[in-house]
């Protein structure tokens, strides 16, 4: 290819690239995002597997929302769980995600019911909620969520309304509905 053709070529690309504030930003969200992408993948998975050890499973039982609270991912075992539909799943083998560090740490150690099915991360709330509100749309999109929680994790128990006590012979009969 001859010197002024080449010269040309890299001029062309240079404009495209850089030649509007908008084209700027596209190009360095790009390239950011494409290190991202080899940078996460350059660690091994040993090496990940290293990073956090998946606590032995959890004894079946149901909580209150104050036991769940303490499984946020910051605890010494670093143990994940969260409520869904009242039924508690232990989430620790998605630590990435759920864990302190992860995309969906605000639903650790809580009932994220409401969060899921309005798709709003901060609609996680602190007391027991009783999510009746709920639309029929709002309600599907929390079902189909609590599905995918079952398929993947473990479920561990119900959870109980403040002051309600539950038999746990109640988790064995939720457990095989599962």
């Not at 995002?33 to 039982?61: A, M, V």
């Not at 609270?69 to 409520?83: F, H, Q, S």
């Not at 869904?84 to 995600?97: M, T, W």
């Amino acid at each position: 290819m001859p010197l002024e053709e080449s010269e040309s070529l890299m001029s062309s690309l240079y404009t495209l690239l850089f030649g509007s504030p908008v084209n700027t930003g596209l190009t360095l969200l790009c390239l950011y995002l494409t290190y991202k992408l080899l940078k996460g993948n350059s660690r091994s998975s040993s090496q990940e597997k290293d990073t956090f050890k998946i606590p032995p499973p959890l004894t079946k039982h149901n909580m209150t929302l104050e036991e769940l609270k303490k499984y946020d991912g910051k605890g010494e075992d670093g143990r994940v769980c969260l409520a869904i539909l009242n039924k508690v799943y232990d989430v620790s083998r998605g630590y990435r995600f759920y864990g302190p560090e992860g995309p969906y740490s605000t639903f650790a150690g809580r009932d994220a019911t409401r969060a899921l099915a309005t798709f709003d991360v901060n609609a996680v709330k602190e007391d027991y909620d009783d999510f009746s509100d709920l639309t029929p749309s709002q309600k599907s999109s929390v079902e189909e969520w609590e599905m995918q929680l079952s398929e993947r994790y473990d479920f561990v128990g119900k959870l109980i309304r403040p002051g309600e006590e539950v038999e746990e012979e109640e988790v064995a009969k939720t457990e095989s509905k599962e």
